[in-house]
Structure formats: structure tokens, C-alpha cells
């Protein structure tokens, strides 16, 4: 059962921290502006909010577990990449200098695309919908919002994407065949990776018991050490210009791996969860700080700085917990 009302605050944490998390935390906005309505707003809405909550409630609703979640994520960088900002496709503005003509394969940038889907998968999706989960263990295995409810998200999401890159720059700059190949391409990962995610079901459960205080540094330093190895890493392989199929090769060796050792028995400690995508938020936090002092941007370095001291804290907080979380609060 559901009740939208009581459930008012996770929804809101949760619309809010999925959008800062990627936007504020990648630096792709400074934190003074996150906030503003022009820019919170839209995210709440039309980019982040409302389709990870509706991710979330699938997920929920299905018993769908991290790989699956994850899986999902990769579907929402479809809908975030692909069919509004449309940076997956050359000509158009990368986000990423280092990407933007490296691989390219019908005008799509395919080092890129499996890059930031990834990200996408681990920062705007598993991250945020774990974090709010430990929030608020008593409502983290329950849906928060009506089927119908979620149903009526979504679909208008996804008509507004479709719509969007239907009209978008993509469809202006390129020739019919090849943006037909864009559309077809968008389509067919969005399907398959659904139903990847869909038979990912049962794989690795969340469980809601605690894990001893100590044990929480080793899920924590997997994570740090997998953003350093799997973002940080392939993208000094791209911008070495190393052919891009050797960059695909060990990228994806990279993610097979961790997806395997993620999916090797049936549930996880909520708290191993979030100590693992805290380290990896750690790792791009780090990032965040080195990268604003050494090319001044001062608001990237605060905005790193505020970061890791949050996920310090939240740390803290998993190591001092003493007490079991209800069993079963998955996502």
C-alpha cells in the first residue's frame, strides 16, 4: 500500500539529491546556481526528479535488485543523454572535449555512450535512490507513489523525451539515414537494457541488516577504487587517443567484472551498498577538489570539499549505527 502524503519527504529528498548529486557533484553546475527555481525546478521535473523517482518505484514494485537498478540507470542516460541533451551524437556539444570526436561510428560517439551511461547508472540512479533508502529504512521497502500514478510519470517522461529528440538538434543536423539509425539505436538499447534489468531481478538483494562497523571500509575503498579505474582511468585512455575499440575492451572488462563480483551471492547489507557508492561519490569529489584549485575554478573545489565532508559524515554515521534496519529494505 501507498500513501503519497506520508511519504511526501523521501519523494522530495529524493527528487532533490538525485539531480544535485549529478549536477553539482560532476561540477557541471556550481552549487550557487543548483538551487535557483530557473535551474531546480526544471531538474525536479523534466530531467532528473520525476524519473528516478518513477525508476525507483519500478524498482520497488518489481524486487529488482543493484544490478537491476543499475540497469535502469543506464536507461535513464538514454533518456538523459541521448534524447534531451543529445551529447552522445557528434556533431553536437560533448560535455567532454575528450570524447568528442573519438569513436565515432555513425556520427555516435560509442566510447562516450558507454561512459556516461555507466556514470549515469551509478551516480543519478543507484547512488541517490540508496542514499534516501538509509534515510528512511521504515519506508525503503515499500512503494511511495500509486501504480497509476507511476504509470502516468512515466509515460509523460518518456513522451516528452521522444518528442524533444524528435524535434531536437540531432534531427536538424543530421541526414535522414543517419539520424533514423540514432532513433533505432535509442530505442533498441532502451529495450534491452529493460529487459537485462528485468531478468536482473532477483540478482544481489539489498537485505536490511548492518554490518559490523569495521567492514564498511572495504566496500567504501571498492568504490573509490572502481571510479578511479573506471571513469577516471578510461577517460585519461581516451584522451591519450588509444584506439577507441582497445578503450571498449577494457572498459567493459572493467564493468563485467564488477557487475560479476556485485552478482555473486543474493542479497547485500544495505549499509555495504551505500558505503560502496559513497566511495565512489568520495572518488569524484576528490576529483572535484584537485580539478577546481589546479584550473581555478574555486566553486568546483567548495563544492568537492562540501562533498566529502557529507560523505564523511554519512560514513560516520553507517560505522556508529547499532541498530537493524528492517529486513528487506530494497530497492
Given at each position: ?110 566510447p ?30 515499500r512503494?511511495?507513489?500509486p ?30 539515414s ?36 569495521g567492514s ?16 577516471v ?14 578503450f571498449?575492451?577494457?572498459f ?5 567484472v ?57 560514513l ?16
Amino acid at each position: 500500500m501507498t500513501d503519497l502524503w506520508r511519504d511526501w519527504k523521501p519523494i522530495l529528498v529524493l527528487m532533490v539529491l538525485a539531480p544535485f548529486l549529478a549536477e553539482v557533484g560532476s561540477g557541471a553546475i556550481p552549487i550557487t546556481m543548483f538551487f535557483l527555481p530557473g535551474y531546480l525546478l526544471p531538474y525536479m521535473i523534466f530531467l532528473y526528479g520525476v524519473q528516478i523517482l518513477v525508476i525507483r518505484e519500478v524498482a520497488v514494485r518489481r524486487n529488482i535488485g543493484l544490478v537491476g537498478l543499475w540497469c535502469l540507470g543506464l536507461v535513464y542516460g538514454i533518456y538523459n543523454e541521448a534524447l534531451l541533451a543529445e551529447t552522445l551524437f557528434a556533431p553536437l556539444t560533448s560535455p567532454l572535449e575528450t570524447f568528442a570526436d573519438y569513436g565515432l561510428v555513425a556520427n555516435l560517439r560509442v566510447p562516450f555512450t558507454v561512459w556516461i551511461l555507466a556514470w549515469h547508472g551509478l551516480f543519478s540512479v543507484l547512488t541517490p535512490v540508496l542514499v534516501v533508502q538509509r534515510l528512511f529504512p521504515d519506508r525503503a521497502a515499500r512503494p511511495w507513489l500509486p501504480v497509476r500514478l507511476t504509470w502516468v510519470l512515466g509515460t509523460l517522461s518518456i513522451a516528452f523525451a521522444v518528442t524533444h529528440f524528435l524535434m531536437g538538434e540531432d534531427r536538424q543536423v543530421q541526414d535522414g539515414s543517419t539520424f533514423a539509425i540514432h532513433l533505432a539505436l535509442v530505442v533498441a538499447a532502451a529495450v534491452a537494457v529493460c529487459a537485462v534489468a528485468m531478468k536482473a531481478a532477483p540478482a544481489r538483494r539489498v537485505a536490511g541488516l548492518d554490518q559490523s562497523p569495521g567492514s564498511l571500509w572495504q566496500p567504501f575503498t571498492v568504490g573509490a577504487a572502481l571510479y578511479a579505474v573506471l571513469f577516471v582511468g578510461t577517460e585519461v585512455l581516451a584522451d591519450s587517443a588509444v584506439p577507441w575499440l582497445l578503450f571498449m575492451v577494457f572498459f567493459l572488462l572493467i564493468l563485467i567484472v564488477a557487475l560479476w563480483a556485485v552478482g555473486r551471492a543474493p542479497a547485500v547489507a544495505l549499509d555495504t551498498a551505500v558505503a560502496f557508492v559513497l566511495g565512489a561519490g568520495a572518488g569524484q569529489s576528490v576529483l572535484g577538489i584537485v580539478f577546481g584549485i589546479v584550473i581555478g575554478q574555486i566553486l568546483w573545489a567548495v563544492a568537492g570539499l562540501l562533498f566529502t565532508a557529507a560523505i564523511g559524515v554519512m560514513l560516520t554515521r553507517l560505522r556508529r549505527s547499532g541498530r537493524a534496519l528492517p529486513h528487506g529494505s530494497a530497492p
